[in-house]
């Protein structure tokens, strides 16, 4: 008998079905309780590439009697086990029969159990093997027509099985193997061709159970690389229907004709779909950038995030003699942003308003010669009402360059006396106005926190930095204006800096555009900002210094995270 096969991975993709070793077992016992009856014949059947390679077949002395019922079903009397090896004989050889292999049984929960409660009544590990019920395969492959019942004796008389089941170990095991073939004839036609996929077929609910058209799609996942990308699910007129990103295309998009996508949308989503396109991508990275952009590019009915990348609202001055404060949704130079509301963008308005002296009214004043009257908040000494002629652009322009300065991250003073305000509510016991205060300006430091690092990043015409790729080699990326302009990969033992030299001259060519992102997708300079500051990426270069303003938002990031827990609008 060849020796036993490596322990194959449960978790292990990609395995080819000619390529497994099965154990096909059958047990016979006193009773229906793993944990009170006991084994009393065990067959077993190895199989591998269509091919018979071994078997085992014993009866087990159990060391008590067979009940009546049991053996008026299966045969096996007292007097027959009477003298047989008893299990604590039998199960090593049963156990290194079963080495490596994937355990196969009709109605396997049952086997399986009373296998398991032998190995712990005897002191043995129980090696867990992947286990194959070839009755759950059946309601999985077979429909209810064409198999009302999915007893073994049923399916053998539908594949007409030589060995016919006679509740004898042997043969039943036997006659599992012929209908564990037949079985596996037809998951080819649903695009089963791996281990792993036949194991998730065979644990697919009833209720979950993708439909038989939606089995017939699994071939679309025929020939997906097992790299890191992006997938495109296309429809009838080649439209995109949805686009996703894995770091293993092949684990991903098989994953979506299995019970495990339970998703409605997405399951109805696989049902249109006609083709699986993919993008090989040289790390994780350059797969989520070139996510978001085919997303931003085809507008896939079935994505909901990332599908409007430049959407957002910014607060920005307006361009007149006085500027106010206005609510966007096209960045400009100068603007805070992004908010992922309106309502979020409107509060922050509203704080700034408190401590930087801009008119809050909307009407548009000439630099000379404005007469309307002054309204009441010139009264309250919260305006200097321009509107009315009583203040001149000159003088109003410190406000302006306060609100810059604010923005900017060059003077924080306007933060600064925003927590005196939190300070003397509270030392004058107005606990509820002192927490809104609060909670204002813990909203207003996060926005203006995000706003100052994204920008400061998209300032900068190319940075280079590298990630540790956890096997020995480095994940390199270009970054140029908020934009990723070329992504590579230094394996093990390769010199990391011709290959980086390389990038740098190959990278796409970007041109600033406009705004404080330099016209670069919020989501992308967001991706490319988590992913320079986290999982121990290295800076190589940068063009010029990559700084954060010394006065800027983030040295109050502390004071936010101790305020109490706030709803903040972070996008």
Known sequence: MPGP??????????????????????????????????????GAVKVRGGERIGELATLVDPGTGVPPGIVALTGITTAMITGAPRLSAVLPTLLEFLSGAVLVAHNAPFDAGFLRAACERHGRAWPRPPVLCTARLAR????????????????????????KPTHRALADARATVEVLHHLLERVGNLGVQSLEELLGLARESAQHRPTQQQRK??????????????????GARD???????????????????????????????????????????????????????????????????SRRPHRGWWVTPTQEAFPRLSVITT?????????????????????????????????????????AAPCALHELG???????????????????????DLVGGHDDAALRTLAARVDALAGRE????????????????????????????????EVVAARPDGRGGWEIAVLRFGRLAAAGVARRGVAPMPVIDALRLGAQTVLAGPGPLEGAPVEEVQLLHRWLTTGGTRLVHAEPAWAEPARGAARWSRWAERARPIEVDVD
């Open 382 to 404: 919260r305006c200097s009402a321009p509107c009315a002629g009583l203040q001149s652009p000159e003088e109003y322009a410190p406000a302006v360059q306060a609100l810059h």
């Open 239 to 305: 439209e995109v229907l949805y686009v996703g990103t894995s770091g293993d295309l092949q684990r991903r998009v098989r994953s979506y004709f299995t019970s495990g996508e339970r998703r409605r949308r997405v399951r109805d989503m696989v049902a249109l779909a006609e083709r699986v396109d993919t993008v090989v991508c040289a790390h994780a990275l350059e797969a989520a950038v070139r996510e978001l952009r085919l997303i931003a590019a085809h507008q896939p009915r079935y994505n909901r995030r």
């Open 5 to 42: 096969s490596p322990q194959l991975s449960f978790d292990e993709l990609g395995t080819p079905l000619r390529e497994v070793t099965f154990v096909v077992l059958d047990l016979e016992t006193t009773g229906g309780s793993a944990r009170n009856d006991a084994i009393t014949e065990i």
């Open 430 to 461: 107005r606990f509820e106005a002192a927490a809104r205060a609060r909670d204002q300006l813990a909203a207003l430091i996060v926005g203006l926190e995000r706003a100052q690092r994204l920008a400061t990043l998209a300032a900068l015409p």
């Open 217 to 234: 799609k699994r071939v679309l996942a025929a020939g997906v690389p097992a790299a890191p990308g992006v997938y495109l699910f296309r």
């Open 331 to 371: 960045p400009r130079d100068g603007a805070l942003g992004p908010f992922g509301s309106r309502r979020a963008a409107a509060a922050a308005v509203d704080t700034v308003l408190d401590v930087v002296p801009l008119r809050p009214c909307t009407q548009r004043i000439p630099a000379r010669g404005a007469s």
């Open 140 to 163: 999985a492959v077979l429909s209810p027509d064409e198999a009302p019942s999915v007893r073994l004796g049923a399916l053998a008389q539908l594949f007409g099985t030589t060995t």
